[in-house]
């Protein structure tokens, strides 16, 4: 397992439409690609800060979504939104816990 970390600067007063679009953006990458086994999101309205993270079986199949066109759709979407470029960081899984 390898995980993916997203994350975007909202612009002031745009914090929600970033966090919806994101969110949006997740459920249906999650839907449409296998490899992509679960998605977080979560934020922080006072600083802006909306964070994907996406756990995907292997890091190659983590690389590809770079190059997929729904991808660079997304981004297209999203920037004009964000104070920052998004930041991505790849990690590896160590543990996952969950009930």
Do not use: C, W
Request: glycine share 6%; net charge negative; aromatic share 10%.
């Amino acid at each position: 397992m390898y995980v993916t970390e997203f994350t975007l600067r909202a612009k002031p007063g745009h914090f929600e439409q970033v966090a919806e679009i994101h969110s949006e953006f997740a459920a249906d990458f999650l839907s449409d690609h296998p490899a992509l086994q679960a998605v977080m999101v979560v934020g922080d309205e006072a600083s802006g800060v909306v964070r994907g993270i996406g756990v995907y079986t292997d890091r190659e199949a983590a690389d590809e979504v770079n190059s997929d066109p729904e991808f660079a759709s997304y981004n297209d979407r999203i920037e004009p939104l964000l104070a920052s470029p998004p930041e991505r960081v790849e990690l590896q899984l160590l543990h996952h816990y969950s009930r």
